[in-house]
Nanobody
Framework: QVQLVESGGGSVQTGESLRLSCQAS????????MGWYRQSPGSERELVAA?????????KYADSVKGRFTSSRDYDNNAVYLQMNSLKSQDTAVYYC??????????????WGPGTQVTVSS
């Protein structure tokens, strides 16, 4: 059974920073893409950042977070992190960890974490 667990959310002021962490657990052989999505009330879930497999390491960022957020993967430990700097009120949302094509003995599937709330107030 694969599980994703996020941590690091909270409430901060505009301009401050937060670091989110996501740990995947289970009998995992490999993970193709790990990253972050977010969803605010009344809006669709949107991509924040996603990093591809080891060897490529390409990260795609949403235009709205480029230059402020940095995603990094720990390939050996099936973890992904999101460093969020210069936070804005528009960044307020529930942030979800996502793992794509997680390979286990049972095959390959995609997984989501339960989400962690980030609130930015002015």
């Amino acid at each position: 059974q694969v599980q994703l667990v996020e941590s690091g959310g909270g409430s901060v002021q505009t301009g401050e920073s937060l670091r989110l962490s996501c740990q995947a657990s289970g009998s995992i052989f490999s993970i193709s893409v790990m990253g972050w999505y977010r969803q605010s009330p009344g809006s669709e879930r949107e991509l924040v950042a996603a990093t591809s497999r080891r060897g490529s390491g390409f990260t795609k960022y949403a235009d709205s977070v480029k230059g402020r957020f940095t995603s990094s993967r720990d390939y050996d430990n099936n973890a992904v992190y999101l460093q969020m700097n210069s936070l804005k009120s528009q960044d307020t949302a529930v942030y979800y960890c996502n793992a794509v094509r997680v390979a286990t003995e049972e095959g390959g599937s995609d997984y989501w974490g339960p989400g962690t709330q980030v609130t930015v107030s002015s």
